[in-house]
C-alpha cells in the first residue's frame, strides 16, 4: 500500500542550525509530495509542495526536492530560526477512485529551535 | 480568502454520549474532508466528500460515526456514542478538485476529549 516514513522526532537544534528532516514514500504509480506544518494548538499548513520527479518545493527558506531514484522528499532550511519549532508532516497524493484523491501522511516530526 | 472554519474548537463529553461537528469548508472548494488526528500521530481520513457525494468513507467506523455534507457547503461530523478512543483531533480540509497535486486546506481542528 501507499505509505510514508519520516524521521523520528523530536528534533532539537540551536538557532541558525542546519535542518534536515527525512522523507520516504512507498506509493503505486507517481504520487505528488507535500510538507505541512502544524504549530501548537493550530491546523496543518502547507510548506511546500513537488508535483513531478527532480521538482524543488520551496517555502519561507525551506526546501524539498521530489527524488524518484530514492522515494524520498527530504526537507531542508540553511539556518533554522525559534519560531520555527512545530511538527512537520510529510505526505503525497495519489489519484483515487471516483474522481477522488487519497492523501497519507507520515507520523510527523516535532522541530524544537532553541535561542 | 476565508479559510476552513470549524466548531467547536474544544468540546469534553463522557463517553456514551454525542457530538456533533461542524465545517463550511473555503468557497468554491468541490472537496471536502474529515481526518482525525489523534495525539502524535498524523491524520487519517475519515470520509471524504466530493460536492454532496461520498468519495471515500473507508475508513470511518459506521457503527458510530456519521458525517453529511448537504447542498455540497457545509459538512457535518457526528459520533455516538462516543468511545474514550475517539479522543482527538477532528481536522476538516477542503480543495478546489479532489485530483492528485492539488493542496488541501485545513481548518483549525475541533479537540475532543472524551472521558
Known amino acids: 500500500g501507499n505509505s510514508v516514513t519520516q524521521m523520528e522526532g523530536p528534533v532539537t537544534l540551536s538557532e541558525e542550525a542546519f535542518l534536515t528532516i527525512n522523507c520516504t514514500y512507498t506509493?503505486?504509480?507517481?504520487?505528488?509530495l507535500f510538507w505541512y506544518v502544524q504549530y501548537p494548538g493550530e491546523g496543518l499548513q502547507l510548506l511546500l509542495k513537488?508535483?513531478?520527479?527532480?521538482d524543488k518545493g520551496s517555502n519561507k527558506g525551506f526546501e524539498a526536492t521530489y527524488r524518484k531514484e530514492t522515494t524520498s522528499f527530504h526537507l531542508e532550511k540553511g539556518s533554522v530560526q525559534v519560531s520555527d519549532s512545530a511538527v512537520y508532516f510529510c505526505?503525497?497524493?495519489?489519484?483515487?477512485?471516483?474522481?477522488?484523491?487519497?492523501?497519507?501522511f507520515g507520523p510527523g516530526t516535532r522541530l524544537s529551535v532553541l535561542p | 480568502e476565508a479559510g476552513v472554519a470549524q466548531s467547536p474548537r474544544y468540546k469534553i463529553i463522557e463517553k456514551r454520549q454525542s457530538v456533533a461537528f461542524w465545517c463550511n469548508p473555503i468557497?468554491?472548494?468541490?472537496?471536502l474532508y474529515w481526518y482525525q488526528q489523534i495525539l502524535g500521530q498524523g491524520p487519517k481520513l475519515l470520509i471524504q466528500?466530493?460536492?454532496?457525494?461520498?468519495?471515500?468513507d473507508s475508513q470511518l467506523p459506521k457503527d458510530r460515526f456519521s458525517a453529511e455534507r448537504l447542498k455540497g457547503v457545509d459538512s457535518t461530523l457526528k459520533i455516538q456514542p462516543a468511545k474514550l478512543e475517539d479522543s482527538a483531533v477532528y481536522l476538516c480540509?477542503?480543495?478546489?478538485?479532489?485530483?492528485?497535486?492539488?493542496?488541501?486546506?485545513f481548518g483549525e481542528g475541533s479537540w475532543l476529549t472524551v472521558v
Open positions: 480540509a477542503s480543495s478546489y478538485l479532489g485530483v492528485a497535486g492539488n493542496t488541501i486546506y
Open positions: 506509493a503505486t504509480g507517481y504520487p505528488s
Open positions: 513537488a508535483t513531478k520527479a527532480d
Open positions: 505526505a503525497l497524493s495519489l489519484p483515487g477512485d471516483n474522481y477522488g484523491q487519497n492523501f497519507v
Open positions: 468557497s468554491g472548494h468541490a472537496t
Open positions: 466528500f466530493q460536492n454532496n457525494g461520498v468519495v471515500d
